[in-house]
């Protein structure tokens, strides 16, 4: 694998049935440098998380889609997952997860507890991004 590494966009219709596609995609991506399975679930599980936030909340309507780029490098593997939905204002991380609890959920806390960097911001052009880091050791 050369030194800058390898990426792959994939964009699906916000609609859950199209999330298992991701997932797919996720584990065709992970034979090019194995990853135990444990973190194949991991990430998998995350990337489920995230997709799924998007799929819900995004667009009001229930019409857009979602945006999956994995990028693989080296040591690491980014996933970020974007929507041109109506967005939101990510709350910093509560020590104990109070804070995402309160907003419903728990998908933003199990990612951040799969994962070893996660970021959440608004999208150029409009609606949100989430991007996690999964680090990979030999």
Known sequence: MSAEGRSVRLT?????????????ALTAIAG??????????????????????SVKHAYE??????DIVYELLPDRLAV??????????????AGNGADELAEGGLGIAIIRALTDEVEIAKREGGGSRLRFVKLLSD
């Open 32 to 53: 090019v440098r194995p990853l135990s399975d444990e973190t194949l679930h991991d990430l998998k599980l995350a990337l489920t998380e995230a997709c799924t936030n």
């Open 61 to 66: 309507d229930g019409i857009g889609s979602v």
């Open 12 to 24: 699906i219709p916000a609609k859950p049935e199209y999330i298992t596609l991701g997932r797919l």
């Open 80 to 93: 970020e997952v974007g929507d041109a939905g109506s967005g939101f204002e990510p709350r910093p991380a």
